[in-house]
């Protein structure tokens, strides 16, 4: 067995549907199995999936046992060679997963990768590669240094933005939204940290593999991630999450300092906290009340589910055009700088790598279309803000 993958699932059925497909297409090919775990989800998940997807291997818990517990039954249960961890709210290009393998194969010191996730609208994701986070690099994190000086090898280490994105390199954090993980690493550090219940148990598990002697590695294989840290940092809710992470990091790996290094992000974080939230106040006061205008879609579909698609936007009211691909063909790049708000691309008729470099840009101040998917087998519209159907 080459390749084990397992996806934590939690009330995302419709993502995960798409994720699955996704996989299905890219383990063409490669011996590898598949573990869904459930955390009690209200939604009907496994029920909806288990007949769609009846090769996947499904853990049902009665309780939400959070993230590390979970991925940890199914590795325990897994037979390849290589894990993956893989976020539902995810897809992967067809070409990914061995592209990951061949790397892997060919580096032997590496103990782990990650790879370039891509954001709804098609822009690199920080979160991508990732340093240490030591009380300086955590500190530059949540005081906005690493923001305001990304390329900064001093200030903007958390975020390793000084790498080039499309060359493969040494990175010390690999992300839980996609890591691929050798598997004799693993028995040899251990299974993900349980202590970790939301945020953090992908750094440490990063840092043991690096302090056993490995080396992690980012590669520029593309997949879009939905969502993600990125969504939730500015939130006092984040700032809160990662302040308690960071402290059980601490109090783990460095214990002869664990009282001034928790004292020291303790004061940063409520800092950030006091900050976040004068700025959302600020924010509230001066917010204008946004138009309610209509969504705009372009729907590319070559006709076989177009009646479909049309449906489900005028059915949400939202205003579209259609461009009529022939044999897959893409539509001209323009389109991605015109007022769409989403471009619709049917995963029947074309494969999620060519949607992703359709999408791929480096203009992050540049407002543009979010990436829109449809599925046959839902009937559904799948977007950054949630299922259309």
């Not at 939604?43 to 499904?58: A, C, G, I, Q, T």
């Not at 305001?148 to 040494?170: A, H």
């Not at 461009?323 to 995963?347: C, E, N």
Request: with cysteine.
């Amino acid at each position: 067995m080459k390749l084990s993958i397992v996806i934590v699932n939690y009330n995302v059925r419709y993502y995960l549907e798409q994720c699955l497909l996704s996989v299905e297409r890219a383990l063409a090919g490669v011996c590898g199995e598949v573990f869904v775990v459930d955390n009690n989800s209200s939604d009907d998940s496994l029920v909806y999936l288990k007949e769609k997807f009846p090769w996947v291997r499904y853990i049902e818990n009665d309780r939400n046992v959070g993230f590390s517990c979970a991925n940890n039954q199914a590795i325990r249960n897994s037979r390849g060679e290589y894990v993956l961890l893989l976020n539902p709210d995810t897809f992967v290009g067809e070409r990914a997963l061995r592209e990951c393998i061949d790397f892997m194969d060919k580096n032997p010191q590496a103990g782990m990768c990650g790879v370039s996730m891509l954001k709804a609208d098609g822009s690199f994701a920080p979160e991508s590669r990732r340093g240490v986070p030591t009380p300086f690099v955590a500190f530059s994190k949540m005081m906005g240094l690493c923001s305001l000086f990304p390329k900064s090898r001093l200030f903007g280490r958390y975020y390793m933005q000084y790498l080039n994105r499309q060359s493969i390199n040494p990175i010390e954090i690999v992300s839980g939204a996609f890591m691929f993980i050798r598997k004799s690493a693993l028995d040899h550090v251990g299974l993900l940290d349980e202590t970790f219940f939301m945020y953090g148990e992908d750094i440490d598990l990063s840092y043991r593999v690096l302090k056993a002697g490995y080396q992690n590695y980012f590669i520029p294989t593309q997949i879009l991630h939905y969502k993600g840290e990125s969504t939730k940092k500015n939130s006092l809710k984040y700032v809160n999450a990662f302040h308690k992470a960071m402290v059980i990091f601490f109090k783990k790996h460095f214990t002869q300092y664990s009282i001034l290094y928790t004292t020291f992000i303790t004061l940063t974080v409520m800092l950030k906290g006091v900050m976040t939230y004068l700025s959302q106040k600020v924010c509230a006061m001066s917010a204008r009340k946004p138009k309610m205008e209509k969504q705009k879609f372009l729907i590319v579909s070559d006709g076989m589910n177009l009646d479909e698609m049309k449906n489900i936007a005028e059915k949400h009211q939202f205003t579209y055009d259609v461009f009529h691909s022939r044999l897959g063909d893409m539509p001209s790049t323009d389109v991605l700088y015109r007022d769409y708000d989403y471009i619709v691309f049917d995963t029947s008729r074309y494969p999620f790598s060519s949607i992703l470099e359709f999408f791929r840009h480096d203009e992050p101040y540049r407002r543009r279309p979010l990436i829109a998917t449809y599925i046959p087998s839902s009937k559904s519209i799948l977007t950054f803000h949630g299922p259309l159907n």
